[in-house]
Every structure is written in structure tokens, then in C-alpha cells.
């Protein structure tokens, strides 16, 4: 969840919400300083706004952020897909950016999908592992979303966790499975048009295929 504050004082939270195995992306606001909310809130992000690929296994991670543009509320947030047989590891996953005043869809920023023609794909993806593994996952995961805004509010970027080729290390080979530790490293995404477009992802702290490893997570931004 975030909780922030209007510059009139309005208190806006924004949080997932699971249920049955499926999540739910929920906003709720005050404009008493705390004292009254809302009874009743629906959904903020519909599951059908953010499966452009269908199937009944999206979800709204619990990665979300938010900020007020004024009295105007903009998100972010993530949505995996934890793919075919509901295994728990994400399948794929993308960011979004959204902003309900201008648009009745979320836009994504980044993705993790190995598709060449999905857009604003993270680059240099590949399975982490091969052979005989203890864990495959074919496609980046996305967590960890932190907004770094600028004077103008058209202007800013999303700063977030994820995995590329050569964030792994086998630690332990074995005959039947390998010790593997994952590493983390930190992408980028900027726009200047208020959210429409945004920028091919771009590693901010990474690791490269050689040499000594860093585990870089959880960004935060100011």
C-alpha cells in the first residue's frame, strides 16, 4: 500500500487487495484529515485493463505506487501473470502507469515479456538457468515501482526491481539440482509527455555476465 497527501490535505491510500487467489487494486480518499472514508469502493484497476495477452491468471501484484499532480492522483503498479499450471513464480510480468483524469486505460511502461515485438520490452532477457535447475523462470519479474519526479509534472520516471542475464550465480552444483542465488538489478523508465510515451528501459545499477556480483533492490527515489 501508499498513503499520500494532496496539497489541499486530502489523504489518498492506495493498497491491493487479494481474494480467492485473485488481487484487486483499490483507492480510497479523505478529505477530513482521516476521520471519514468511504463505505462503500470498488475496484481502481479492473483485471480486463491489464491482461492484454487474456487469460484468467492475471493478477495486480502488490507493487504500487502513487503520487498527487496537484489534486490529481497518478498510479503505478504491477501485474504478472503466473502462467500455464498456476505455479508461484511469475510467468510474466509488467509495469503500468496510470492516470484515470486523461485516460480509461492503463498504459504499460515496462515489460517483461521475451516477445521482440512486445514494446518497451527489458532488454537482454533470457531464461536464468539451464540444465538441470532448481528454478526456471522465463521471464523478468517487475517489482518494486518508486517515482522519481521533477518540477514539471509532465516530466518524471519510474525507478524498479528486476532480473536480466546474469543476475544468477550457481553457488552449489549438485548431481540432481543446483544452488542458485538470484541477484536484483535496478531499470529505469522516463517520460516528458505526462505518461503517454516512455523511454526503452535502462539499467540505473546492474551486473554484468563477468565478475563480482551486487545484489542491488528496492529502489526508492526523491
Do not use: C, H
Not at 503520487?67 to 513464480?89: I, M, Q, S
Not at 517520460?191 to 528501459?201: A, F, I, L, Q
Amino acid at each position: 500500500y501508499r498513503i499520500r497527501v494532496s496539497s489541499s490535505g486530502k489523504i489518498g491510500v492506495f493498497w491491493k487487495n487479494t481474494t480467492n487467489g485473485d488481487g484487486g487494486l483499490y483507492f480510497a480518499e479523505s478529505t477530513d484529515g482521516g476521520k471519514t472514508w468511504p463505505t462503500s469502493i470498488n475496484d481502481l484497476v479492473p483485471l480486463d485493463l491489464i491482461t492484454p495477452t487474456g487469460g484468467p491468471n492475471w493478477s495486480a501484484d502488490g507493487s504500487v505506487d502513487f503520487w498527487y499532480d496537484g489534486e490529481n492522483p497518478k498510479f503505478t503498479f504491477v501485474g504478472y501473470d503466473v502462467g500455464a499450471g498456476g505455479t508461484y513464480y511469475p510467468y510474466t510480468t509488467a509495469l503500468y502507469f496510470w492516470n484515470p483524469a486523461v485516460s480509461s486505460t492503463p498504459i504499460t511502461v515496462a515489460s517483461g515479456s521475451l516477445s521482440s515485438a512486445q514494446p518497451n520490452a527489458i532488454p537482454n532477457l533470457a531464461n536464468f538457468f539451464t540444465g538441470n535447475n532448481s528454478l526456471n523462470l522465463q521471464d523478468a519479474p517487475i517489482t518494486w515501482p518508486a517515482v522519481a519526479r521533477s518540477a514539471d509534472s509532465n516530466t518524471f520516471a519510474v525507478f524498479f526491481q528486476t532480473m536480466i542475464q546474469g543476475d544468477s550465480e550457481i553457488l552449489v552444483t549438485a548431481a540432481d539440482t543446483n544452488v542458485v542465488y538470484l541477484y536484483s538489478s535496478i531499470y529505469y523508465s522516463s517520460t516528458s509527455d505526462g505518461g503517454n510515451t516512455w523511454s526503452e528501459p535502462a539499467v540505473f545499477k546492474g551486473n554484468a555476465s563477468e565478475g563480482q556480483k551486487y545484489d542491488f533492490r528496492y529502489p526508492q527515489t526523491s
